[in-house]
């Protein structure tokens, strides 16, 4: 399975680029938001918890197999193994149409100077972040495939990453930008799963 994985992690770095490159035919942006030089320590932990959980799941962990470094016994059964190619397929697709579900407004981090519409329909009505929730989903995937300690340790640390993305940045962001109109959104949707994570208004 170590080659499904790296072919599945072909197939989303793919996607991301293509829907970079429909983003930017429409607007000229490519809608990457890197965290700037003068951004704060925490956020930048946070995207090295993503990036490093990324690359030791979807990367590492199926070239230590291929090395021969052993799987989990508990998790080596060839059934789970085929359920985690599966359901990684399924996330990279759904991190695909979540983002296209988003238009114009798609970003990948956050920027206080630039205001992009508020996205609440589709997935996004179903929960606020349907792009991690997929994106998780295929990483999860991954792992079972691959089952070893790195894959694991990679997906923790990744799912750690989106966790505080989305709870320190993210959603800070929001309400900077769209105020009532997010804290109500909030309020009704769920944060990664629907009807689980929404927040509570804000007395004013």
Do not use: K
Request: proline residues 6%; glycine residues 12%; contains cysteine.
């Amino acid at each position: 399975m170590s080659v499904a994985v790296l072919c599945l992690f072909g197939a989303f770095i793919l996607a991301v680029a293509v829907r970079t490159l429909i983003l930017w035919r429409a607007t000229g942006t490519t809608g990457h938001r890197l965290p700037p030089s003068g951004a704060g320590a925490a956020s930048l932990v946070i995207h090295l918890f993503m990036a490093l959980g990324v690359l030791a799941t979807s990367v590492a962990a199926p070239l230590a197999e291929m090395a021969g470094l052993p799987a989990l016994p508990l998790l080596d059964q060839p059934w789970l193994r085929l359920f985690g190619v599966v359901l990684a397929g399924l996330g990279v697709l759904g991190t695909f149409a979540a983002q296209l579900a988003m238009g114009n407004a798609w970003r990948v981090g956050v920027s206080d100077g630039e205001h992009t519409e508020l996205v609440t329909t589709g997935p996004f009505r179903l929960v606020r972040n349907p792009i991690f929730t997929a994106v998780v989903t295929a990483f999860a995937g991954m792992a079972l495939a691959v089952p070893n300690v790195i894959a694991l340790a990679g997906l923790g640390a990744f799912t750690l990453g989106v966790q505080l993305q989305v709870r320190r940045v993210e959603e800070p962001h929001l309400r900077r930008q769209h105020g009532q109109a997010y804290e109500r959104y909030a309020a009704d949707v769920g944060r990664f799963v629907p009807g689980i994570g929404r927040l509570r208004t804000q007395p004013r």
